[in-house]
């Protein structure tokens, strides 16, 4: 008879191949329907808390035979427990979740090794299909990102894909352009002016919010830049569909003005901690197989699943109508296959495809149909730390460009002069609130301290972790059981 740690081996090894034959590869659903099963067996076993969450909902391995059936773990539960289908003294892996309000709330994804294979695995492949479906095997290219490395930051989801990311496709001069003191822009339009002379592609990837800074940035003090053909453009996070200010549309202006990259070349990645395949919109994809353009749509991979749930009962919505996206990933061996989360969306193509429309708003206990306006997603993640970090970076690329000069151009006495401290517009109100007002000392401690949590949290130990849970049970926190009518004992 086959142990857990057997069957969960024999599982990722054989999701590793579904993963491994590409996006483009069929699964069927009878395919996927068994492996579910199989996962939703294996983790009822070992999964404490989950086993506890199906038992609430009345919900055991030999009662549904549909993955569709497999009980939804809302990600609020990743926030105050510990959602692990394997030992954790197994773990090689961890990152904070976004959502949390407690810069010492635990919100921890860990995963072991098996783990670790299948989310890097899986995003490379996303990476490689829908970032650099050009790249013929072995192709690389210079990788400028504007994000914290995982030293910097090594329990930010962020910080580890895009690492993962420089080392598959990167050349030696890929670089991380956020450090202590924030964005290095110097190393930025030094690296942009180096591909324009040199005629190489460079790609640029980092955080939405950052880039729609920089952009303003370079409009006020009128530099542009001209990038090679090839060159392209990731951005990740967002706001509601509008990046910062500006609308999805404006974004995809500013980057042709600024860098003359074509909005056929800027890919959009939504990424979810609490699952493990991200979703890119198909955009480059299409483009290079030379289909028609059309509104951007996010495909989801043959080891996945993604359906928009009515934010009444739960119950499946057709193409196009908005709900809460739920999602069904093989890859999540090590926590749970099926997560839904607070972002409203839809599906499309016959259920294939999907994309995001917001974050849920909450009114009087009920999730509204339309996205919350005042709770917009940074970035960075939806997250105290992630926005005290996010406000960081977005200020010290306002701070910077008052001083950059383009070693093309040089700026007149009127443009020195408007480049001063306090005389150009301020940054969005999150940003002036926090930073703006204060000295560099003082900012200088929140940065620390949003650092800082990203440290604190991977250094300690599991018995930590464990020893905080058992102070609690799942009826303390009942992150969405709430949502739904449960059936009356």
């Known amino acids: 008879m086959a142990t857990t740690d057997s069957t969960s081996h024999r599982l990722t090894e054989e999701v590793l191949g579904f993963i491994q034959a590409g996006v483009d590869a069929e699964l069927s659903d009878a395919q996927f329907n068994d492996y579910s099963m199989q996962l939703f067996a294996l983790q009822y076993q070992n999964n404490a808390i989950f086993r506890e969450f199906c038992d609430a909902k009345k919900v055991k391995p030999g009662d ?159 530099m542009k830049f001209k990038l090679p053909p090839g060159s392209r453009v990731c951005d990740g996070g967002g706001y509601r569909g509008r990046f910062g200010v500006v609308t999805r549309d404006d974004y995809y202006e500013m980057v042709r003005e600024i860098l003359d990259v074509p909005d056929t070349h800027c890919v959009n990645v939504l990424g979810e901690a609490e699952t493990a395949t991200n979703l890119f919109d198909d955009a480059l994809r299409r483009h290079m197989k030379g289909l028609s353009p059309r509104k951007r749509v996010r495909p989801v991979p043959p080891w996945s699943r993604v359906l928009a749930m009515n934010i009444d009962d739960l119950s499946p919505l057709p193409d196009g109508e908005v709900g809460l996206l739920a999602h069904w990933d093989l890859a999540n061996v090590p926590t749970v296959l099926a997560v839904i989360t607070d972002n409203l969306g839809y599906t499309t193509d016959n259920g294939t495809g999907c994309e995001m429309v917001g974050r849920a708003k909450i009114e009087n206990g009920k999730v509204s149909p339309l996205p919350d306006e005042d709770r917009t997603m940074g970035p960075m993640g939806d997250n105290a730390v992630f926005r005290m970090l996010e406000a960081y970076t977005n200020f010290s690329i306002d701070l910077k460009m008052r001083f950059a000069k383009s070693p093309k151009v040089k700026p007149s006495i009127r443009e020195e002069v408007e480049a001063r401290p306090g005389s150009l517009p301020s940054c969005p109100q999150v940003v002036d609130e926090i930073l703006v007002s204060q000295a560099s000392k003082e900012a200088a401690e929140l940065r620390d301290a949003a650092l800082g949590a990203f440290k604190d949290q991977t250094e300690r130990p599991l018995d930590w972790y464990k020893a905080e849970e058992k102070k609690q049970e799942l009826k303390d926190h009942p992150a969405g059981l709430q949502s739904e009518k449960l059936p009356k004992k």
């Open 64 to 222: 549904i035979s549909r993955w569709q059936d497999v009980p939804l773990v809302y990600n609020d539960v990743f926030k105050t427990h510990l959602v692990a289908s394997f030992p954790l003294e197994q773990s090689v892996m961890a990152c904070l979740t976004g959502g949390t309000t407690s810069l010492t709330q635990r919100g921890r994804i860990f995963r072991d090794e098996d783990g670790k294979r299948l989310v890097f695995g899986a995003n490379r492949m996303m990476t490689e299909s829908y970032l650099f479906p050009d790249f013929e095997e072995g192709k690389r290219c210079r990788i400028l990102i504007l994000a914290p490395s995982p030293e910097l930051a090594p329990s930010m989801g962020m910080a580890i894909g895009m690492d993962q990311t420089r080392q598959a496709f990167g050349t030696p001069d890929s670089m991380f352009l956020l450090g202590k003191t924030g964005i290095d822009v110097k190393n930025l339009l030094t690296a942009l002016h180096e591909a324009e002379s040199s005629g190489i592609p460079v790609a640029l990837i980092g955080a939405t919010a950052a880039y729609v800074y920089f952009f303003q940035a370079c409009r006020r003090k009128k």
